[in-house]
């Protein structure tokens, strides 16, 4: 099926592992991106991507790595997770940058 | 420092109310402006969208939002609001042409 699909849904790691979250699309957009949703503090861009190989960081980018070796998936890496990173993650694709973007169900991640 | 600026966080309502969800933003130059909408376990979706052209702008459900450029607004607007509109809202920016930065969200609920 068309669209963005987010793996996994629900993730618990512990304090120091790495993990990777998963985004794909299927739309061919080239643009891509990942928020992180945090109560009071609304939805703040982590990383985007405007097209395969080219990245670059956003609001709060520390802690986290990003790669986009194909134009269909855009994985985030926590290399050493901590408790504040405890979120639901978003990962959104639009077809330019400044347009309509589309989200995917989220990943809520919790660092014990 | 540039922002998004969604003034009330928390809105309670009765059904059949009319509602106004203020949002600010602090870019220069031209921007893309949008609502989303998070229903309760569910991912963002698009409400709405101004790009140029008429500054009243109509969306899904009987929203609408009006861009002042003046006041660097774009206010969110129902006249008559459902116990389904419960939910949170998010104003959003798109200052360049690369990526779109979001308020911290408004949390509606509404009284049946």
């Known amino acids: 099926d068309a669209g963005i699909t987010q793996s996994p849904r629900y993730k618990i790691t512990e304090t120091g592992r790495q993990v990777t979250l998963m985004c794909h699309q299927t739309w061919s957009h080239s643009y891509m991106f990942w928020y992180r949703q945090d109560l009071g503090h609304g939805l703040r861009l982590i990383y985007y991507?405007?097209?395969?190989?080219?990245?670059d960081k956003g609001e709060v980018p520390d802690g986290y790595v990003v790669s986009r070796s194909k134009t269909e998936n855009f994985p985030l890496t926590l290399e050493s997770a901590t408790r504040s990173q405890t979120s639901v993650y978003f990962c959104?694709?639009?077809?330019?940058?400044?347009?309509?973007?589309?989200f995917g169900q989220g990943t809520r991640l919790t660092v014990v | 420092a540039q922002s998004v600026s969604q003034h009330n966080h928390h809105v309670i309502l009765s059904e059949a109310a009319s509602l106004e969800l203020g949002c600010n933003y602090s870019y220069g130059g031209t921007v893309n402006l949008f609502w989303y909408v998070q229903y309760p376990g569910q991912h963002l979706q698009l409400l709405l969208k101004?790009?140029?052209?008429?500054?009243l702008v109509k969306g899904i459900k009987g929203f609408e939002a009006e861009f002042i450029k003046s006041k660097f607004s774009f206010n969110l607007r129902k006249p008559s609001v459902q116990w389904s509109d419960t939910a949170e809202y998010f104003c959003a920016v798109s200052p360049g042409d690369d990526k779109i930065i979001f308020g911290k969200g408004t949390r509606l609920h509404i009284l049946p």
């Open positions: 101004y790009f140029s052209g008429d500054p």
């Open positions: 991507s405007a097209a395969a190989d080219i990245t």
């Open positions: 959104a694709s639009s077809n330019t940058g400044n347009t309509e973007a589309f």
